[in-house]
């Protein structure tokens, strides 16, 4: 019978001492996705991202057919109407295919930075965290110097000096990007290293790299990500800040900053090319600010 | 035979939140006159709860109800903002556990009691010093003058209570409610903090109650006591009379008080009953 | 005490000399790493090997990373950061020309931001939950999520296009140009040290968009630091101490709990007003302001290292001071910190 089953499975998952690993983060993620759906902004923010990965995917199917980097040029600047949507720029490209396939290069550069910095702060952190001595302080010293940097013009400078590309606006954005999730993961780290497992595991043998990875690591990684999740909007940012300034995702590929660079000549009377790729850009850093917002009260909900 | 200046009878506070109401204060009934009130019970049992509901001073989402609570004729139930902030630290006060935590980090000590003086009393700069100096003194506290000038984090934990003491009783309220006052102290600065708050009750003919998790503590000082478990009073008696309680509850809490007197193997521990919840 | 107050500010120096050589390494890096080489530059694409040779090793591209490093440091510490490919003028002097309009914006948008962002949070933390909070809460969350080009040009197209309330791009219309003699760079006060009133509202009215932008940055910012502090300290035993003693409800608020917020506020505003100078980059771009950040993202698009590694130097330096510096003066003034 389906209702027991589902008695069972949700009794299982709201256990209050589980008795395997397995149970016990399965239980959070239960807890933590209640907590969400359960907080309409939060809600909101986990559609929004939803949808953007979904439109990503499904961005050629989305588009009608419309190719993001054909040009026409006989139609340039053409009022939104029902062949297309959302207009078209200055090289007679319909931009709500380009919008869509926009979505596609913020995802890509959302996850290439978090792949980038997050085991960069994990390993920086947990090392002094754990560590120690003149290696903690080392670390530590040395995110500083990062976290004290300027970003943008960080990122602007590289990007200047090694050319224009994704690959580039990427390392740029993860250069100053990092530090605070190397502080994070080191002030988690401080405390669970003087729990009392640790000990036990220390004694048993488990070597330096063992405890890290399958001890301390996973403890810091919902911080971690919840962190992230909160950046992400700012590296959105950040990444089409760099794009209006023609360093990030280069022509023909449909990048929402350079978007509306392209649409800066124009904005007096065709306000919709440098528009529409503006208001995407906002709703996505939205949703991941809601969805962020959530997952902290949902984790830790002491801090600001 | 005191008159009696605080009248509660069936008080209730509630907290709704999303999973359910939870029932904090249920039932409590009491008088209050110019005596010393113990209420004893363990974290949880509703008793700085009822502390708060009895200044108006119940956090949101947090909702009072009671038949009747009164203080000198006044219905309380009834009170507007206005009529508490009359009331509050002039007529009724209280002075709560821990001085680190209860005095403003950063106003100078004699200022933060000067100000007492100043809103209810409408002493101006100078009388209002004068005031906490006396104050000050009345807490026996050394010298006044340089303490007056120090920051909360300057004093010791004593000093610092007998401060947050001075600050309430400037403006000599009638009832003092003593929120765990000597919990956060050491058991040596205890002693000296309870005599002071002794010395000035008894001077001023206050009313006082007493919460407390200390039974010994609140045995020796109170005239009565009243033992809270789980929202609800068990048990009301005379201090004197405390051997002759009759809840279990309260038995296992005199008989889990360690004493030099008897030899014992073991300490006692409290078997709670479900029972008493209800 | 004040020996605790020397090591604070020498533990002050002693981060920021730090810091500074870590930014100068990585802009040295960087000018290493570019893909123009800075002998053909010099000589040209038709020099023979002789001449190539030799304008390397005069350059001392020869020695060590390190050496080469130092001797980058010393030119940076006397002033000399290059000369501009593009203005032919040393990069410094550039810098210092420009820096007065950034300074005039950030200036004036970190003002605003404090006089609109501090009432707000506080409004928002003593009517949590309730519609006020609802409504800070959302402009911040905005505040955090609209870019600020698109902004900008959102807001020229309205306020200016369609509208007519504000003038263009630029810092003045050019038939103003020149004619107001630069004492402090700064437009609004030498027009009216000169008394010339139509320029000063001319330059108003230049100003008012760019700098009421980056104005709700800072206001958003602001407000959710300061509802933040302010929701921790209406949390604290001393606010029901104080309500016993007879304050109201706002007296608690503005008496004591916003006492106790004013030294992490003032670090706030000092970050908010450094990060204004890194938004100010995209903000002159489109406003086509003629400060710090137009001159680098202009060196940028002509490939004009030394103008864009010498600016980002310079907001460097600027962010990390303001940085650190708030850090110093938050250690300094809690007083719980004061005492030994």
Not at chain 2, 218 to 234: A, E, H, P, Q, T
Not at chain 3, 188 to 215: K, M, T
Request: aromatic share 8%; proline share 4%.
């Amino acid at each position: 019978m389906t209702t027991t089953s589902e008695q069972k499975l949700s009794q299982w998952l709201q256990d209050d001492a589980p008795t395997s690993s397995r149970q016990a983060v399965a239980g959070n993620i239960y807890r933590g996705v209640r907590a969400i759906v359960s907080n309409p902004a939060a809600l909101a923010g986990l559609i929004i991202v939803a949808m953007l990965i979904l439109l990503a995917i499904l961005a050629p199917q989305l588009a009608r057919g419309i190719s993001p980097i054909e040009q026409n040029l006989s139609n340039r600047l053409h009022v939104p109407d029902a062949a297309h949507w959302f207009g078209t720029d200055e090289l007679g490209r319909d931009i709500y295919a380009r919008t869509l396939y926009g979505a596609r290069v913020t995802i890509a550069m959302v996850v290439l930075v978090s792949v980038i910095v997050g085991p960069i702060g994990l390993a920086v952190g947990t090392l002094a965290g754990f560590l120690g001595g003149w290696i903690d302080a080392l670390l530590m010293r040395i995110t500083d110097i990062f976290l004290a940097f300027p970003g943008l013009v960080l990122a602007l400078a590289f990007a200047a000096a090694l050319g224009p590309g994704i690959e580039n606006a990427v390392i740029a954005i993860s250069l100053t990007a990092w530090p605070p999730y190397a502080r994070i993961a080191r002030a988690e780290t401080v405390t669970i290293a003087k729990s009392d497992y640790i000990a036990a595991a220390k004694m048993l043998g488990a070597s330096t790299w063992r405890i890290l990875f399958k001890h301390i690591v996973p403890l810091c990684l919902s911080s971690v990500i919840v962190r992230l999740t909160l950046d992400m909007a700012g590296i959105i940012l950040t990444a089409a800040g760099l794009g209006f300034l023609g360093l990030g995702a280069q022509p023909p590929t449909a990048e929402w900053g350079a978007m509306v660079s392209a649409g800066r000549e124009v904005i007096l009377d065709q306000w919709w090319v440098a528009t529409i790729p503006g208001i995407a850009i906002f709703v996505v850093s939205l949703g991941f600010n809601l969805l962020g917002d959530g997952l902290r009260d949902v984790f830790d909900p002491k801090s600001s | 035979m005191s008159e009696t200046l605080l009248d509660v009878q069936d008080l209730n506070v509630a907290f709704p939140s999303r999973a359910g109401i939870t029932q904090a204060v249920r039932h409590v009934s009491f008088t209050l006159g110019r005596e010393r009130l113990g209420v004893v019970g363990e974290s949880g049992s509703g008793k700085s709860t009822m502390g708060r509901a009895l200044l108006g001073l119940t956090p949101k989402p947090g909702i009072v109800t009671a038949r009747k609570m009164s203080f000198d004729g006044q219905d309380l139930l009834a009170c507007s903002e206005a009529d508490w902030q009359r009331l509050r630290g002039r007529r009724m006060s209280m002075v709560m556990q821990d001085p680190k935590y209860s005095l403003n980090p950063v106003v100078r000590i004699g200022h933060q009691i000067d100000e007492t003086s100043r809103l209810h009393l409408g002493a101006n700069a100078a009388e209002a010093q004068r005031r906490t100096l006396a104050m000050l003194e009345a807490v026996q506290i050394r010298d006044p003058d340089r303490v007056y000038n120090l920051y909360p984090h300057e004093l010791s934990g004593g000093m610092g209570q007998r401060a947050m003491i001075a600050m309430m009783l400037v403006a000599e309220p009638d009832i003092l409610i003593a929120d765990e006052p000597t919990s956060a102290l050491d058991v040596t600065v205890q002693n000296d903090v309870l005599r002071i708050l002794d010395d000035l009750v008894r001077e001023r003919g206050m009313g006082l109650i007493f919460i407390s998790h200390n039974l010994t503590i609140v045995s020796s000082f109170c005239d009565r006591i009243l033992v809270m478990y789980g929202g609800k009073i068990v048990e009301e008696c005379k201090a004197t009379e405390l051997h002759h309680a009759k809840h279990p509850y309260t038995r296992a809490l005199i008989a889990a008080a360690p004493s030099l007197a008897e030899a014992r193997e073991e300490l006692a521990t409290v078997m709670r009953d479900p029972a008493w919840l209800t | 005490m004040a020996r605790l107050l020397v090591q604070r500010v020498g533990a002050f120096f002693a981060s920021l000399a730090l810091t500074f050589v870590g930014l100068t390494a990585i802009t040295f890096l960087i000018s290493r790493l570019t893909k123009i080489d800075p002998v053909l530059a010099i000589v040209g694409d038709k020099a023979s090997k002789a001449i190539y040779d030799k304008t390397y090793i005069a350059l001392g591209l020869d020695k060590p990373l390190i050496v080469q490093y130092a001797a980058y440091l010393r030119k940076l510490i006397s002033g000399d950061f290059g000369t501009s490919v593009l203005t032919s003028r040393p990069v410094l002097s550039d810098l210092l020309h420009v820096f007065p309009a950034t300074f005039e914006l950030a200036t004036i948008a970190t003002i605003v931001g404090v006089l609109i962002g501090v009432p707000a949070g506080v409004l928002a933390a003593a009517r949590k939950d309730q519609w006020p909070d609802h409504v800070v809460r959302v402009l911040c969350l905005f505040g955090y999520s609209i870019p600020v080009f698109w902004l900008g040009l959102v807001g020229l197209f309205f306020f200016y296009g369609k509208l007519g309330w504000v003038s263009g791009t630029g810092r003045l219309d050019i038939a103003f140009d020149d004619i107001v003699t630069a004492r402090t760079g700064i437009l609004l006060i030498d027009s009216a040290i000169s008394g010339e009133w139509e320029i000063f509202r001319n330059a108003f009215s230049h100003l008012i968009l760019p700098a009421g932008i980056l104005a709700y940055f800072s206001l958003a910012y602001i407000a959710r630091m300061t509802r933040s502090f302010m929701i921790d300290q209406l949390g604290q035993e001393y606010i029901i101490a104080a309500r016993i003693k007879g304050r109201t409800y706002w007296g608690a608020v503005w008496k004591h709990a916003f006492p106790n917020i004013m030294v992490p506020l003032i670090t706030v505003i000092g970050l908010s007003y450094a990060s204004l100078l890194e938004g100010a980059v995209l903000t002159e771009t489109v406003f086509a302001w003629p400060g710090l950040g137009q001159y680098i993202t202009r060196a940028l698009f002509n490939s004009d290292m030394n103008a864009v590694l010498g600016g980002t130097v310079l907001v460097g330096a600027v962010f990390i001071g303001v940085n650190l510096f708030c850090d110093f003066l938050y250690k300094i003034f809690d007083p719980r910190l004061r005492s030994t």
